[in-house]
Each structure stands twice: as C-alpha cells, then as structure tokens.
C-alpha cells in the first residue's frame, strides 16, 4: 500500500509540474480561451494535451457552468430570507361613477344640511338689532344663496356622484421581512451546505474521467503513428530486399519471378502504410476535438509509447486498492452528499406543516385630482356671497400619505393531504439516494478489481512481447545475412520482416494497452489530480 501510494504521489507531482512547464510553453499558443490556436504546427506532450483539455474541452466548461448555476442558486435561496421591497405606482381614470344614493332617500339628507344654514340666519335676524334684519323663508334663502354662488362663477351641478374623483394617484412602497418560513430555512441552509459540494464533486469526477479519456486519445494517436511508422519501415526493408533481388536476378543465380514476386510484396506494404498514416491522422483529429481545439489546427505529439516501470504500479491488494478508492472516489462522495440533500428536501417538505410569519410596511403617497379644482369660499358675513379659488393639481388638499406597519400569519391546515404524499416521495427519493449509493460503492470496487486484473494481464505481456521483438530483430537480421550468402531466399527475408513487423505491432499493443490499464486504474481508484490541483490553470 506504501509503495502503491508513494509511486502515485510521484506521478502526480510529475504531472503537476509537468503541466505548470506546458502550460508556460503554452502562453503564447493559447493565453486565453477566447483566444485562438496559432495557424502554424504546434506540438504537445500528454501532460500538456490533458491541461489544454481541462480548460477548453465542451463538456468540462458546462460541468464548471453548472458549479457556477450551484452556487447562484444557493444565493437565490438566502435571497429568500432577505426583505423583499416592491414599489408599486398607479394611475386610475373614473370615465363615469354611478351615483351611491341612486334609488334611495339618503340623498335627502345632503339636502337637509340647507335647513340649519336657514334656521341659523333667521335666528341671527331676530336676535339683530339692525331693523333690516328679518327672516325670510327658506324657498328666498336658497334662491339668494344659488345667485351668489352664480355670481361668483361657481357651475351648478348637473347630478351624478358627488363623491366621484376623476384621478385618482397611488405610490407604494412595501417592505415584507420574513419572521419565520421553514421551507426557506431549511432550504436555503441545506443548499448553501451540500449543493456546491455535490455540484465540485461531480466536476472532480468529470476531469478525472476526461484525463483519463485524453490518455486513452493520446496513446490511440501514438499507437496509430506507431503503427504507421512501422508500416514505414516495412516498406523500407523491402525496398532493400527488391534491391538485393535484383542483384540477384542480374547474376542470374536467382529467378525473376522472385523480384516480380517482392515487387507486389512491396506495392501491397506501400498501401498498408497509406492506410495507415490515414488512420493516424483521424486518431489526431479525435484528440484535438476532445481537447476541444479546432480539428484544422496542425498539431505534432510528441512523446513515445514506452513502459518505464511495467511494476511500478503492482505494489497494491485488491483490498487496499478498493479502501484508496471509497476515500478518493469524487462521485461517491457526491452520491453521499445527494442523501443528505434528500433528507433536506424532505425537512422542507414537513416544514409546509408550520406556520409563516412576514413583517411588512407599507408606504403610500395616494392623490385624488380632480378635474374641476375650483374651491368655493363663502363670507363669513354675508352668507350670500362667495370667491373661487383655483388649486394647483399637486396641491395639498389632494395630496396625503397613508403608512401602515403589521404582521401576516399564514397557516395552512389542510390541504388534501398533499404534504403528507410530498413528505412520502421525499422518503421514497432518499431510500433511492441510499440504494444508489450503495450500487456505486459495489460498482466501484468491481471497476477497482477489474482495473487491477487489466493491470496485472497487461504487465505479464508487455515482459512477454518485448522479449519476442528482441527475438524477432535478431531472426530478421540472420535472414538478410543469409540472402546475402546465397543460402537464403527473399520469401525468407519477407517472412522474418513480416514476423519482425508484427512483433513490434505486438508490442506497441502491449505498451498502449499497458498504459491504458494504467490511467483505467488511478481513474478507478480516483487518482487522477484532483479538482483543485487544477483551479489555478481554469478561467474564472
């Protein structure tokens, strides 16, 4: 376990720095992710294709778009618990008001109000020592008072609502403070807790999965070259072994149908190698839409396929390999942290059973205009004359404030049993957040163990294949110094290259699938750097 742990650390650090020395040689290639790839060839190491790939590849900016989504949400559930402060302004019209004392006798209670002005002016005549003071009858009361208010250019009124105001204007401004909510609480707090973990768990997750991804590509592009330029040294080889035929065939110790023979031998090997620098090319165009770069931009890998240590990462049990990956594993903490966000769902659900309690305030500037703001005024001495007064629209006889503070209580006590129904789904939803963490931790050692067996099985061959190639040199090389001795034919020349080809062909598959098993196994255990080891090279 010590051994297995030490050498990963070192692969990491290695990686890291790896990555800080690319990704210093990439300034000037990619400064920012706005900007473009330069038009000429670049080239990348594997280190440097997994950093390029953790801060332009698609899926990985979505996955931080959703980090970020996490964490508005969050704040938009404290938002919740913060005043919420309206302002509310409105204009109303009256085209036509009905008359409230239409059909009813109360409007002759309005024209009752005349009786005490008459009743008091025919008192203060009595009581008048001028001789000219009388009383007069009520029906002379009136008509004097109407001439003076004609006088003094007042309009008489056609009927209708006299209470009607045409315009009327109202400015609010509301604070509302929650006191108490449940759901909002327990929401907000539950989500500040466990919603931007569970979403960087995820994101962890992503980026392990995608180096691991970017080094199955690189190695796919590798191996696609490597096999090219195996190709290549086949058709080289053979040229030689046409060279020497036909030597042969001018000394006349060897037949032509020989030379004829290798000539198609090395028509069929130059077409395999065009087939397979093609292939090549394509598995560099998939790692470049991987690393989300333009598939135009001419890049150039550079590194081998070679196996340093096939042991090095053999130091490990099945069960300390399973232990490393239940502590290092992002995606089953993140199916953790979703119980616990189940259960908060579940305590905001049962908090629809308690009461809410807002504080508000209220702040109005209300105005009722009217359209005639001609204002009577009488003589305090004659009670049968009158002025007019015109009033400004904003004047303060319109114009009023209205202020009211309080508490709202709301309760619901019953409501068809659907917060019992949603307390149960949240149940439901739980048990299931459980199962599924329980599934993942069976489901990661099974990839732990079947990791480790790939590992194992790849290690024994690649020991295996590399003993063979050595073999296969040494085979070849005995049959070109045989046909030079005249002791040998070409078709035994052809036999130990083709022999030497797939040798080779062998190996290259061993040490691909060798460091494939490899990045499958720290991506198993959750080994890969973490989220955080690469923040520092991410866009903000």
């Known amino acids: 376990m010590t051994h297995f742990a030490l050498a990963l650390h070192g692969v990491h650090r290695t990686i890291y720095r790896a990555g800080l020395l690319g990704l210093v040689g990439w300034i000037t290639v990619i400064p920012a992710m706005s900007q473009p790839l330069p038009s000429g060839r670049i080239s990348m190491t594997i280190d440097e294709a997994i950093q390029i790939a953790l801060v332009k590849n698609y899926a990985i900016q979505q996955n931080r778009l959703d980090v970020k989504d996490a964490a508005a949400k969050v704040n938009e559930g404290w938002g919740q618990l913060l005043p919420l402060v309206e302002l509310n302004s409105s204009f109303t019209r009256s085209i036509q008001s009905i008359n409230p ?107 392990q999965l995608l180096v691991n991804r970017v080094k199955q590509s690189f190695y796919d592009a590798l191996l696609a070259d490597a096999r090219a330029g195996v190709a290549s040294q086949s058709v080289v080889r053979t040229q030689a072994t046409l060279s020497e035929v036909g030597k042969r065939v001018a000394q006349g110790v060897t037949p032509k149908f020989q030379r004829l023979s290798t000539e198609v031998e090395l028509a069929n090997l130059e077409t395999d190698a065009v087939r397979a620098h093609n292939a090549a090319a394509k598995a560099t165009d998939a790692l470049k839409l991987l690393l989300g770069i333009p598939v135009t931009q001419p890049v150039r890998l550079r590194g081998d396929l070679a196996a340093e240590d096939p042991n090095a990462l053999v130091q490990i049990s099945l069960e300390g390999a399973a232990d490393l990956a239940e502590r290092r594993r992002p995606d089953l903490e993140q199916a953790r942290i979703n119980i616990e966000l189940q259960k908060i769902q579940e305590k905001v659900a049962r908090a629809q059973f308690l009461p809410n309690l807002d504080a508000f305030a209220n702040i109005s500037y209300i105005g009722n205009v009217p359209d005639n703001r001609l204002a009577v005024l009488s003589n305090p001495d004659d009670p049968f004359s009158f002025s007019t007064q015109k009033n400004g629209y904003f004047s303060k006889n319109y114009w009023d404030w209205d202020i009211n503070v309080g508490f709202r209580l709301s309760w619901t006590i ?57 073999r296969a040199e040494l085979n070849f090389s005995y049959a070109g110094t045989r046909l030079k001795e005249g002791v040998a034919s070409p078709l035994d020349v052809r036999e130990a290259s083709d022999q030497l080809d797939q040798s080779r062909l062998n190996y290259l598959q061993a040490v691909h699938d060798l460091l494939v098993a490899r990045s499958a196994f720290e991506t198993a255990v959750g080994m890969p750097m973490a989220s955080s080891e690469h923040s520092k090279f991410t866009s903000n």
Do not use: M
Not at 160 to 172: D, E, H, K, L
């Open 414 to 470: 019953f409501n068809g049993l659907q917060t019992h129904r949603q307390i149960q789904q949240r149940k439901i939803a739980t048990s299931k957040a459980q199962l599924q963490y329980d599934e993942l931790s069976e489901q990661i050692r099974l990839d732990v163990d079947s990791a480790l067996r790939d590992l194992k099985a790849a290690q024994e061959r690649i020991t295996s294949q590399k003993r063979n190639v050595s």
């Open 101 to 207: 004392f239409s059909g009813s006798q109360a409007g002759g209670f309005f024209s009752t109000l005349g009786f005490v002005d008459w009743l008091s002016f025919n008192e203060q005549a009595r009581t008048d020592s001028d001789p000219n003071s009388v009383p007069i009858s009520l029906g002379e009361f009136f008509d004097r008072q109407q001439a003076g208010l004609e006088s003094a250019g007042v309009p008489v009124s056609s009927g209708g609502n006299p209470f009607n105001i045409p315009n009327q204007f109202r400015n609010t401004l509301s604070v509302t403070q929650k006191v108490f909510d449940g759901r909002a609480i327990w929401g907000a707090s539950g989500a500040a807790k466990y919603l931007k973990p569970f979403n960087e768990r995820g994101l962890a997750r992503q980026e």
